[in-house]
């Protein structure tokens, strides 16, 4: 990975090291705004959108928690500032939890079982919708509807490349940020600690090992690859032992092999979390996260 790094860095890289935006923070901020209604769930929002007529640039960020927990404020709260800084236009949205149909709330999708597959496929739904919500209300928030990017952290980071990967109609977006993202699910059910060997000995041989395995390959980045994939940046830890280090590489890999564009930032010696990282004023990826959504949003079509 040193080595490809070293080789292929991007001229978003490049100026990361020297990236500084000093300008003052001023705009609107909303708090709530349903974009959607999924069943019984209502699908909220919060956002910020700069001060001025723009039209601005626009992130939609999908936090992460296991598919089963987290916050739209707190998940992803360390990434609100350097966007709003730079000038760009941001929604945090909540999506359909698995917790739905989990007795165990306290687990996550891997260590629960093939029972909440359904759910992630209604979340990557979510997504899509918000992505589709902001583009029909453009002019009301004062965004460019060419110029939309997605940012996901965690399981949000797969919910995000799934909905670029696979857009519906009216869906597509210019960007990709993913952090420390899920890519190959069947992978990680193999490998993770998280699922008990108990289980995988249960079903392994049986036609639930197939189903299983089968339905986590179609929910994972990897499989849905293509050359016409909008710009990927995944940023993930090093020493993360949760979801390894090796799953953005591989996806980054098979990108860049089918004639897209994709890197990997490294952040050397961290784990999982950004918020983690910011207690520990791990914040370089920053400079890269908005270098990188410069260059990807700044132009306009």
């Known amino acids: 990975m040193r080595s490809f790094i070293a080789i292929a860095l991007p001229s978003f890289l490049m100026a990361a090291t020297s990236h500084a935006d000093t300008r003052p923070l001023s705009g609107t901020r909303y708090t709530d ?18 001060a001025g007529p723009g ?4 992130v939609i960020l999908v936090h992460g928690g296991g598919w089963v ?22 929604f945090s949205i909540t999506y359909r939890l698995a917790t ?10 891997l260590s629960n079982g093939a029972s909440s597959l359904l759910m992630l496929g209604t979340a990557v739904d979510d997504v899509r919708t918000a992505i589709r919500f902001i583009k029909q209300h453009a002019s009301e928030y004062r965004v460019d509807p060419t110029r939309i990017a997605l940012i996901g952290e965690s399981a949000g980071g797969q919910l995000v490349s799934m909905a ?13 940020v993913a952090f420390y993202s899920p890519s190959d699910l069947a992978d990680l059910a193999k490998s993770s600690e998280r699922v008990p060997d108990s289980v995988r000995q249960a079903i392994q041989g049986t036609p639930w090992e197939g189903l299983l395995l089968g339905g986590l390959r179609e929910l994972s980045p990897v499989t849905w690859v293509r050359r016409d994939a909008p710009p ?3 940023i993930h830890g090093t020493a993360d032992t949760l979801v390894p280090f090796g799953q953005s590489t591989e996806m ?6 089918v004639g897209g564009v994709c890197t990997v930032f490294p952040m050397r010696g961290v784990g999982h979390g950004v918020r983690w990282w910011e207690s520990d004023n791990r914040t370089e990826y920053k400079r890269v996260m908005i270098s990188f959504l410069e260059q990807q949003l700044n132009s306009r079509l």
């Open 33 to 50: 705004v349903e974009y959607g209604q999924a069943g019984a769930t209502t699908l909220l929002f919060d956002g910020y959108v700069p």
């Open 55 to 58: 039209p601005f640039p626009a």
């Open 69 to 90: 927990t987290g916050d739209k404020r707190v998940s992803v709260q360390p990434l609100f500032q350097p966007l709003a800084q730079a000038g760009f236009a941001w």
């Open 100 to 109: 739905d149909i989990h007795k165990k709330p306290q687990g996550d999708l």
């Open 164 to 176: 670029a990967l696979r857009p519906a109609p009216d869906t597509e977006v210019r960007a990709v």
């Open 232 to 234: 990927f940046l995944l």
């Open 252 to 257: 980054c890999n098979k990108l860049n092999a």
